[in-house]
Nanobody
Framework: VQLQASGGGLVQAGGSLRLACTAS????????MGWFRQAPGKEREFVAI????????HYATSVNGRATISRDNDKNTGYLQMTSLIPSDSARYYC????????????????WGQGTLVTVSS
C-alpha cells in the first residue's frame, strides 16, 4: 500500500493550495480518509476527515471555513483545498486511510503517506 501526497509548497499568507493524496495497493473507496498536519516541535493534529463515499466530512476548528476535503474514488485520490492560508498553517500535511468510519484520532488510521510540506510566509 502506498499513499503519495503532493501539492505542498511555499505560499504567501492569504493564498491557497490544493493537496492531493493518491493511493495504490488497496481499494481506496473502502477506506475513510483523514488529513493531519504536524508543525516542527508540535504534535500531529487533525485537519479534516471524509467518509468512504465522501458523504460526510468534518473539520478542525482551526481550518473550518478555509478547508475543503474531497475525494474521487474512481481516481483513488483524495484532496484538501486550503484557502486564506495563515502562517500557523505551516506544517507537513499527511493523508491517512482507515477502514470503517472516519475518525479524528490519528491513532485510528492504518495507512499513512509521507506527507507534503506547506510553508506559509507572512
Amino acid at each position: 500500500v502506498q499513499l503519495q501526497a503532493s501539492g505542498g509548497g511555499l505560499v504567501q499568507a492569504g493564498g491557497s493550495l490544493r493537496l492531493a493524496c493518491t493511493a495504490s495497493g488497496l481499494t481506496f473507496g473502502s477506506y475513510a480518509m483523514g488529513w493531519f498536519r504536524q508543525a516542527p516541535g508540535k504534535e500531529r493534529e487533525f485537519v479534516a476527515i471524509i467518509s468512504m463515499k465522501g458523504m460526510s466530512t468534518h473539520y478542525a476548528t482551526s481550518v473550518n471555513g478555509r478547508a475543503t476535503i474531497s475525494r474521487d474514488n474512481d481516481k483513488n485520490t483524495g484532496y484538501l483545498q486550503m484557502t486564506s492560508l495563515i502562517p500557523s498553517d505551516s506544517a507537513r500535511y499527511y493523508c491517512a486511510l482507515k477502514e470503517g468510519s472516519a475518525n479524528i484520532d490519528a491513532g485510528a488510521y492504518t495507512y499513512w503517506g509521507q506527507g507534503t510540506l506547506v510553508t506559509v510566509s507572512s
